[in-house]
């Protein structure tokens, strides 16, 4: 019985003194990973403020389209890669609003101005579509202060194909 008493005694100290290096190393490890969490904090703050700064586009290319219905605005690089956009209807206009000529040119000069943000100067436009809205949306960008390099109509035209819907009886 002596010798199991001391046996014991001399378990429960090693198990003590284990554990004790096991909480010491554990504690180490946390050190440890709060500190590579901190840094990997300073490095992702870092890389979000990079993407905040987005593109630089000095010049791009003003689709307008407008429509009987709506008028919509898109700028994009000389690449065709969008850069920003705006409508009628997300101006804020609604129904028979959104097809008048002064929300085309609210809505031209918005987003110009968004443009501008991105850095750009100057703009081709590109007008497609009969609506109300085509030559003062190009006023609004004018107005915006972008320079207009080039004014270009790109309406399709058709050259008699398709037999046109029968008159409308009002």
């Known amino acids: 019985m002596a010798v199991n008493k001391k046996q ?7 198990k003590e003194e284990k554990s004790a290096a096991l909480n010491t190393a554990n504690k180490q490890e946390n050190q440890i990973e709060q500190q590579a969490d901190a840094q990997n ?6 890389v979000k403020k990079k993407v905040k700064g987005g593109k ?8 307008i389209s407008a429509t009987f219905n709506n008028t919509k ?13 705006g409508t009628a209807g997300k101006a804020g206009f609604k129904g028979s609003k959104k097809s008048t ?3 085309a040119q609210l809505v031209a000069n918005e987003t110009a101005k968004k443009a501008q943000s991105f850095g750009m100067k100057e703009c081709e436009v590109r007008i497609n579509g009969p609506g109300a809205g085509r030559e003062s949306a190009v006023r609004g960008i004018a107005a915006a202060g972008l320079d ?23």
């Open 8 to 14: 014991m005694e001399n378990e429960t100290e090693n």
């Open 41 to 46: 904090l300073e490095t992702t703050v870092a």
């Open 56 to 63: 630089y586009v000095p010049s791009g290319i003003a689709y």
């Open 73 to 85: 605005v898109t700028f994009t690089d000389l690449q065709g890669n969008v850069i920003c956009w």
């Open 101 to 103: 000529a002064y929300v």
């Open 148 to 170: 207009i390099t080039a004014l270009q109509d790109i309406t399709p035209v058709p050259h008699n194909g398709c037999r046109p819907p029968k008159r409308r009886r009002v």
